[in-house]
């Protein structure tokens, strides 16, 4: 039985329901290709535009009209896993009703539980929604106390805490319905951050990163693959460089001396790297790889991507 996780980037959906829907079509057909090939397929998708979008769109509407409530960010969360998991779901049903592949989609609201003391409560990482010029974003942050930052020269985003996943509270969900021929949308925008409070699980504003819950997923669901599919078809060393330089086959130990070199975006590349380190650490038979959303297909049978393994 061979079983992938993998991991959609933001190109995967778009930026409005209009291109999200568009964006999915697309997607579903390397995730169909993909469920061709292997028995159990988990898809992780982002949020970080999603998620912005309604929390600002939410918190602008409450400044209106003062019938409107404030939805803190964690409720935000869990809109954008359901809103951006039923895109995916349909989409990948409909691919696989036109190529009369029988198997069950299925999204899986997915809690994730942190730690309460994780340090990134308070030094808030993670870019979600729109970019703005330097001069928006310090007229936002004056506005409305939010914290911005560069994000990888693209322009400036709003940062919020990012903790470390550590338990996927619905896995045995999810691990039925993949050994009964299903297919799971699951980890939606990284999961919903909750606590665990004395046994009780209570909600927290913050957003995971979608790549160190699709790491936490691989392994938990014993994975032969972690399959991040981003933007570019492989990892770069001076990267948009003149001399930039491709990485196809790496070991572990080779690529943590890039990291140290910073050869990689915090914001963006980072994050990813660090996922396929952690995943091949817990399961040195594992494969990981960072490929393009086209050229997921190529990247799984070793002709393109960035594969990372043991050693
Ligand atoms: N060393 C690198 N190699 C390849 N891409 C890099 C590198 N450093 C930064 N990037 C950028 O990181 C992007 C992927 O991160 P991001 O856009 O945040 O991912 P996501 O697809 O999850 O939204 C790539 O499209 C590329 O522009
Ligand atoms: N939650 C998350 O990692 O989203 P992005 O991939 O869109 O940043």
Do not use: W
């Not at 079983?3 to 959609?8: E, F, G, M, N, P």
């Not at 960010?73 to 039923?86: D, F, K, P, T, W």
């Not at 989409?91 to 299925?106: C, F, G, Q, Y």
């Not at 909750?194 to 938990?220: P, T």
């Amino acid at each position: 039985m061979k079983s992938i996780v993998v991991a959609l980037g933001g190109n995967a959906l778009g930026n409005s329901p209009k291109e999200q829907l568009e964006a999915v079509k697309g997607s579903s057909k390397s995730i169909a290709d993909i469920i061709e090939t292997y028995d159990k397929v988990a898809v992780v998708h982002g949020n970080g535009p999603q998620v912005g979008v309604i929390n600002l769109a939410l918190s602008l509407a409450a400044k209106e009209d003062s019938t409107i409530p404030e939805f803190p960010l964690v409720e935000c969360v869990a809109m954008s896993q359901g809103y951006i998991g039923y895109h995916l779901q349909q989409a990948i049903e409909n691919e696989l009703a036109s190529r009369n592949i029988d198997k069950k989609v299925a999204t899986v609201v997915t809690q994730v539980e942190v730690d309460p003391k994780d340090p990134a409560f308070e030094n808030p990482t993670k870019p979600i929604g729109n970019f703005y010029t330097e001069e928006e974003a310090d007229a936002i942050s004056k506005k409305d106390g939010y914290t911005f930052k560069e994000d990888a020269g693209r322009g400036f985003r709003r940062v919020v805490p990012s903790p470390k996943p550590q338990r996927i509270v619905e896995l045995d969900t999810v691990t039925n319905h993949l050994e009964n021929d299903g297919v799971v949308v699951t980890g939606g925008g990284g999961g919903i951050p909750v606590l665990n409070e004395n046994g009780e699980l209570k909600g927290v504003d913050a957003v995971i990163d979608k790549d160190f819950v699709a790491s936490r997923i691989s392994s938990d669901i014993g994975a032969d693959t972690l399959l991040i599919l981003t933007a570019v078809d492989s990892v770069y060393i001076n990267f948009g460089k003149e001399n930039q330089e491709e990485l196809r086959e790496i070991t572990v130990s080779e690529i943590k001396k890039h990291i140290e070199d910073n050869q990689f975006h915090a914001g963006s590349m980072l994050p990813k790297v660090e996922a396929c380190i952690k995943f091949i650490e817990e399961n040195p038979e594992g494969t990981a790889i960072i490929t393009s959303l086209e050229k997921a297909a190529y990247a799984l049978s070793g002709e393109v991507g960035t594969k990372i393994i043991n050693g």
